[in-house]
C-alpha cells in the first residue's frame, strides 16, 4: 500500500482535485436527510392544516441537492479512471524498464508466462482497484465523518445506543481481512502459474501433437486449472460473505436505533422528523462499512497483485558499472581468460580453471558434447553472468573494468534460438546496426545467402514479418539472424550453432560468406558440425566443463584423441 500511494503521488495535484469533488458531492449529499427530516416535521406539526409550499420547497431542494451531487460524482469518476490509467501506464513502464535491466539468471529461473502476467493481469487489477475502490474508500470518509456530525446535532443517545453495534462490524471486517489476503495472494501465484504453462503449451503445440502427447498435457493442464479454480474460489468465497455479514450486522443496528427513536419520540426527547432524519444519516454512515466490507475482496486482490509487480521491481538490476569504467573504443578483439570458475549453484560447478586466449582476427572454435559447459564461456564473455573466480580480459582490460554497455556492444551474436520481432525485413536486419541504409541491408542480406528469398516475398525488404516470424521457416529466420549479426561493426563475433536450423546447400553458402566478413574480427564459434569448424586457427574441446585439449583441426586429428573420437562419430 505504501509503495501504491507513492506511485499516486506523482499525481497529488489530480487526487487533490478528486478528494475536493468527492468532498463536494458527499457533502451536497448529506443535506438531503437534513431537508427530509424538515419536510416530515412541517406534515408532522401541520395536524391537518399542513403547509406544502414548504414541502415541496424542502423538496425541490433536496432534488436540486441531489442532481449537484450526482455530477460531481461523474465527474469524479471520470478523472479517478484517468488517474488509474496513468498509474498503470507508470507501473507497467517502470516494470518493462526493471525487466529489461535484470540479469540474465532472473529469465532462467521465472516463467515467461508468468512474467508476462504481471505486466498485464496484475497491473489491470491494480488500476481497477484505483479506479473504483478508492473514489468508495474516499466518498466513504466524508460520508461517515459528515453523517457522523450530523446524528450527534441531532441526538447524541441515539448515536450511543447505534455505536453498541459498530465495533462488531469493525472487528469483524479487520479479521476478515486477515484471513483473506494470504488467499488473493495464492489466487495470483496460481494465475501466474497456469499462464506460464498456457504460453509453453502454444508455443510447444507442434511437439505435443508430434509425440501424441495431447492427454498428457490435458492431464497435466486440468491439474493446474483446478489449483486456479481451487484459490480462486477460496479468495472469492471468503471475500463474498464478508459483504453480507457486515450488512446483517448494521441492519441490526438500525433496527436496534428505529426502536430507541420510537421510544425517545414517545418520551417527547425528539420529533418525528428529526426521528426520519437520523435513520437516513444512520443508512448513510453504516452504508460505507457495507461498501468496505464488499471491496475487501477486491482490494486484497489489487494488494496481491501490487506484492508481485513490486517484487519484481525490487529484483537487483545487473551489477553496475564500477567507478571509473572503461569504454570500449577502437576494439582490437584480443580476449584472454585466465583460470575461470563458474557455477549457476553452488553445488554446481559448470567450469572449472578455464584458461585460453584469442588474439585479434583468430577464429577459435569451442566444441564438446551436450552440456559440457560451451554455452556458458559464451555467457560469460558476454558477461550475462560473472565468473566466481579468475580473470575475463578484452584488449587488457578486465570485463568488470568495462562498461556493461560498450562491452556488448563489442560482440555481434548469433544464437542457435533465433528470435525477430513483428516488423519488416528491413529493420530485422538493420536491428544489427542503428542508422543502417538499404543499400547496407542488402550487402549483408547478399552476404549472408539471404537476399534471392527475401526477393521473392510479397513486399521484399517491407514485407512484414508476423510476430516471432511464424510466416517465416526457422532456416530463413536464422539467415536473417545471420545477416543482422554481418551488418553489425562489432569486431568480435560470436556464433552458437548458427547454421544448426539450415540445410547443407545453405549451410556451404553461409560458410563462403563467413570466411570474408570473418576476416578481422574474433570469432568463436560453437559447433556440433564438426566439419564447420576445420579451418579454425584453434579449436577448443571442451568436456565436463575442463579444457580436454586443444590446437588446429589437423593437430587433434593427429592426436587421435577426445576430438578425434568426436569427428570420427560423425563421419563413421
Not at 108 to 128: F, H, K, L, M, P
Not at 374 to 403: A, C, H, W
Not at 439 to 459: C, I, W
Request: aromatic content about 10%; overall charge neutral; hydrophobic content about 45%.
Amino acid at each position: 500500500m505504501k509503495r501504491l500511494l507513492r506511485y499516486m503521488a506523482n499525481y497529488k495535484y489530480h487526487l487533490c482535485l478528486a478528494l475536493l469533488l468527492a468532498l463536494s458531492s458527499n457533502l451536497f449529499a448529506l443535506v438531503g436527510p437534513m431537508l427530509s427530516g424538515k419536510a416530515v416535521n412541517v406534515i408532522a406539526e401541520g395536524k391537518g392544516a399542513v403547509d406544502f409550499g414548504m414541502v415541496w420547497y424542502y423538496a425541490g431542494i433536496m432534488i436540486v441537492f441531489y442532481i449537484v451531487s450526482a455530477v460531481l460524482s461523474y465527474v469524479l469518476s471520470i478523472l479517478m479512471l484517468h488517474i488509474a490509467q496513468r498509474l498503470a501506464g507508470r507501473l507497467r513502464k517502470d516494470l518493462f524498464d526493471r525487466l529489461l535491466s535484470l540479469p540474465t539468471g532472473y529469465f532462467d529461473r521465472n516463467q515467461a508466462g508468468d512474467i508476462i502476467s504481471r505486466v498485464s493481469y496484475d497491473i489491470d487489477v491494480i488500476a481497477t482497484s484505483v479506479s473504483n475502490d478508492f473514489v468508495q474508500v474516499a466518498a466513504s470518509v466524508v460520508t461517515v465523518v459528515g453523517s457522523f456530525v450530523m446524528m450527534v446535532v441531532i441526538s447524541p443517545k441515539l448515536v450511543l445506543v447505534m455505536f453498541l453495534m459498530i465495533p462488531l462490524s469493525v472487528f469483524y471486517t479487520r479479521y476478515m481481512a486477515k484471513k483473506t489476503r494470504p488467499l488473493f495472494r495464492k489466487r495470483s501465484a496460481k494465475a501466474g502459474e497456469l499462464n506460464g504453462m498456457v504460453e509453453e503449451l502454444i508455443t510447444g503445440q507442434k511437439t505435443i501433437q508430434a509425440y501424441a502427447r495431447e492427454k498428457v498435457m490435458t492431464e497435466r493442464f486440468d491439474m493446474k486449472n483446478e489449483e486456479a479454480v481451487r484459490a480462486y474460489y477460496d479468495a472469492d468465497y471468503y471475500g463474498s460473505i464478508i459483504g453480507p455479514t457486515v450488512n446483517f450486522l448494521n441492519n441490526c443496528s438500525l433496527t436496534v436505533v428505529t426502536v430507541a427513536g420510537a421510544v425517545l419520540y414517545l418520551l417527547k426527547q425528539l420529533l418525528l422528523g428529526d426521528i426520519s432524519s437520523f435513520v437516513l444519516y444512520s443508512r448513510k454512515l453504516l452504508g460505507p462499512f457495507n461498501e468496505l466490507a464488499n471491496i475487501v475482496s477486491e482490494i486484497q486482490s489489487a494488494l496481491s497483485a501490487a506484492e508481485r509487480v513490486f517484487r519484481v521491481i525490487e529484483e537487483p538490476t545487473e551489477t553496475e558499472d564500477v567507478y571509473g569504467a572503461v569504454t570500449l573504443e577502437n576494439v582490437k578483439g584480443n580476449v584472454t581468460m585466465k583460470k575461470v570458475c563458474f557455477s549457476y549453484l553452488p553445488e554446481k560447478p559448470v567450469i572449472h580453471d578455464w584458461s585460453m586466449q584469442a588474439k585479434a582476427g583468430e577464429l577459435v572454435a569451442i566444441v564438446g558434447p551436450t552440456g559440457a559447459g560451451k554455452t556458458t564461456i559464451i555467457n560469460l564473455l558476454m558477461r550475462f553472468y560473472d565468473p566466481q573466480s579468475g580473470e575475463i580480459r578484452v584488449d587488457n582490460y578486465e570485463n568488470r573494468e568495462i562498461t556493461m554497455r560498450s562491452l556488448r556492444a563489442s560482440y555481434a551474436m548469433v544464437l542457435q534460438d533465433t528470435w525477430v520481432f513483428e516488423g519488416t525485413v528491413h529493420e530485422n536486419i538493420a536491428y544489427g546496426r542503428e542508422g543502417a541504409g538499404r543499400e547496407e541491408v542488402v550487402a549483408a542480406a547478399k552476404a549472408a545467402g539471404v537476399h534471392e528469398f527475401v526477393k521473392r516475398l510479397p513486399d521484399g525488404y517491407d514485407t512484414v514479418i508476423t510476430e516471432d516470424g511464424v510466416n517465416l521457416s526457422k532456416g530463413q529466420k536464422q539467415l536473417l539472424t545471420i545477416a543482422r549479426a554481418m551488418l553489425s561493426e562489432a569486431k568480435m563475433l560470436i556464433l552458437d550453432e548458427a547454421t544448426s536450423n539450415v540445410d547443407t546447400r545453405t549451410e556451404l553458402r553461409i560458410r563462403e560468406a563467413m570466411l570474408k566478413l570473418m576476416q578481422g574480427k574474433t570469432c568463436f564459434v560453437i559447433a556440433h558440425r564438426l566439419s564447420t569448424i576445420q579451418n579454425a586457427d584453434r579449436i577448443i574441446v571442451v568436456n565436463g566443463g575442463k579444457i580436454e585439449e586443444s590446437g588446429t583441426h589437423a593437430e587433434l586429428m593427429e592426436k587421435q584423441g577426445f576430438y578425434y573420437k568426436l569427428y570420427a562419430s560423425q563421419f563413421r
